[in-house]
């Protein structure tokens, strides 16, 4: 079974510029989440999608928003890029919504750099 | 929602001996999970162990063991027999997606 997939694992934006991201989920998982990870503030929980809705946010502001499509994959994007989204956007996949067993599937990350 | 707080930012263990990773939990929930990741230089997650609130015992994951104290909401992973590609960051979540700070183990030869 293939793992998680993101694209671009690399990227560099100018800040003003937005951006989209992708996640291929593990074939047969609907929920799907993202974080952002930096060095100063950790791993921090944006959003998780499960059936093509939005079930849960994080404490980010509005230009980062996100979709799960009919196949799972999910995309995010932020738009008005700031110097401070620079970060390792992970993206993980689970066969269930948020359960107490939750295991997640981390995919290798994308690098966003914001000069 | 849980807060996951991982006190220890480094830690050094020679290869072939155990380390303990601390993690401490708050939660009023009665029923939570907690698990545990690696995280290598590469940047993937790779998930290494769960524990439930009402599991009788403690996981045990080849290498990898949980040290689950309930009564002092405690965590903590046991790493037995060191090796040096086990050098990398490891954090503790909670089931809702709270991650700790993470903790940067390194294994000297």
């Known amino acids: 079974k293939a793992g998680v997939t993101q694209t671009p694992r690399y990227l560099i934006k100018t800040r003003g510029q937005q951006v989209t991201l992708s996640c291929s989920p593990i074939?047969?998982?609907?929920?799907v989440s993202w974080y952002q990870q930096t060095p100063g503030q950790g791993l921090q929980f944006l959003f998780e999608?499960?059936?093509?809705?939005?079930?849960n946010k994080g404490n980010f502001p509005g230009r980062f928003s996100g979709r799960q499509f009919s196949n799972s994959r999910s995309e995010m994007n932020v738009s008005t890029l700031e110097l401070g989204d620079s970060a390792l956007y992970l993206c993980?996949?689970?066969?269930?919504?948020?359960?107490?067993?939750?295991?997640?599937?981390f995919g290798p990350g994308t690098r966003l750099t914001v000069l | 929602a849980q807060k996951i707080t991982q006190t220890q930012p480094g830690m050094f263990v020679q290869e072939k001996e155990a380390v303990t990773l601390d993690c401490t939990y708050d939660?009023?929930?009665?029923?939570?999970?907690l698990f545990w990741y690696k995280q290598p230089s590469s940047g993937e997650m790779i998930f290494l162990i769960y524990?439930?609130?009402?599991?009788?015992q403690n996981a045990t994951e080849g290498r990898y063991s949980l040290n689950f104290q309930k009564a002092r909401k405690s965590a903590n992973l046991v790493i037995s027999a060191s090796q040096l590609g086990d050098s990398a960051m490891y954090f503790c979540?909670?089931?809702?997606?709270?991650f700790g700070a993470g903790t940067r183990l390194t294994v000297k030869p």
């Open positions: 999608y499960f059936s093509e809705t939005q079930r």
């Open positions: 979540a909670s089931f809702d997606m709270r």
């Open positions: 524990q439930g609130s009402y599991d009788e």
């Open positions: 074939s047969g998982h609907r929920s």
């Open positions: 939660t009023s929930d009665q029923s939570y999970g």
């Open positions: 993980a996949s689970s066969p269930r919504f948020r359960t107490n067993y939750n295991e997640q599937f």
